[in-house]
């Protein structure tokens, strides 16, 4: 898939976010259209100041996480990352401790700002 733009892919998620059973549970429309239009801000903040988002998945999460961020960079064009890889976390479990391996991943890739 080419890269398309951030108000496209902005839309897409939108759709896919409106569709979520979160959003079909809390169906005040006011409340999923604020949330959505701060996401989508959030975004484009985030690609405009070369910003990167970073994922965290625990179990079967850290794949959708995975995917999630390879969506953005691809598709959306921001970086974007995920904590998923298991020589990174092991390390950081046994160098730390497993209740930290998230908190001490982002001191270490996070950007400031």
Known sequence: ???IELSDYSNRLAR???QSVFFKKNNNESNKNGIL???ILALMAV??????????GNGGSATVS??????FSK???????AFNDAPLLTCLGNDYSFEQIFEKA???YGDSG
Request: hydrophobic letters at 45%; zero cysteines; a neutral charge.
């Open 37 to 39: 239009n701060e996401i």
């Open 16 to 18: 896919a976010i409106n």
């Open 106 to 108: 982002i001191e270490i």
């Open 1 to 3: 898939m080419d890269r």
């Open 66 to 71: 995975g995917h999630m961020a390879e969506d």
């Open 47 to 56: 690609k405009a100041n070369g910003k990167k988002i970073m994922f965290i």
């Open 75 to 81: 598709v959306g064009g921001i970086r974007s990352m």
